[in-house]
């Protein structure tokens, strides 16, 4: 699986949108970009998924560019509670054991 | 619904006891995961099963042994424990594919 690239750290007003980037160069065709996230002392949660085109859920939004290398999720409105660690995966759909966890951006969202 | 339900949150061992840890999940789901998470590093899998009565290793699933026997319960068992062991246990679960994981609260293991 491709290895992803992503800033060790954050910061973001509560209220404003907060952009997380995500570098897999190496990206290659048949691999989906996950983001998950992991609030303080708890259990990863999922947020959203996507091969190619750009995706949305009631949780974010996730771009993707045309050349798939790079992507950034997107908090719209982020808030104190997205205060965590945010995690991008890239695997292969059906790959079992391969959802690899780096070491995620840490974002901090402040009042 | 109570979703991925990891026993016990907490645990102290003195290096060699054993013990096993228990995952339920009640979303009828085919696989199940274990992974452990050490400061500052992201999670890594121990070992995974893709149905009943069946399991595989991950990518360190040495000093650990699991079990698959009911499709809602997945133990991760200790033999013979060591410090090195020492960290925080997570418990998942997917349908087939595993493309969307749910995770249970974590279990904090100290090996003394």
Known sequence: DAKTTQPTSMDCAEGRAANLPCNHSTISGNEYVYWYRQIHSQGPQYIIHGLKNNETNEMASLIITEDRKSSTLILPHATLRDTAVYYCIVRVSYNTDKLIFGTGTRLQVFP | ?112
């Open chain 2, 1 to 112: 619904n109570a979703g991925v339900t990891q026993t016990p949150k907490f645990r102290v061992l003195k290096t060699g006891q054993s013990m096993t840890l228990l995952c339920a999940q009640d979303m009828n789901h085919e696989y199940m995961y274990w992974y452990r998470q050490d400061p500052g590093m992201g999670l890594r899998l121990i070992h995974y099963s893709v149905g009943e009565g069946t399991t595989a290793k991950g990518k360190v699933p040495d000093g650990y042994n699991v079990s698959r026997l009911k499709k809602q319960n997945f133990l991760l068992g200790l033999e013979s424990a060591a410090p090195s062991q020492t960290s925080v246990y997570f418990c998942a679960s997917s349908t087939p594919g595993g493309n969307i994981q749910y995770f249970g609260a974590g279990t904090r293991l100290s090996v003394l």
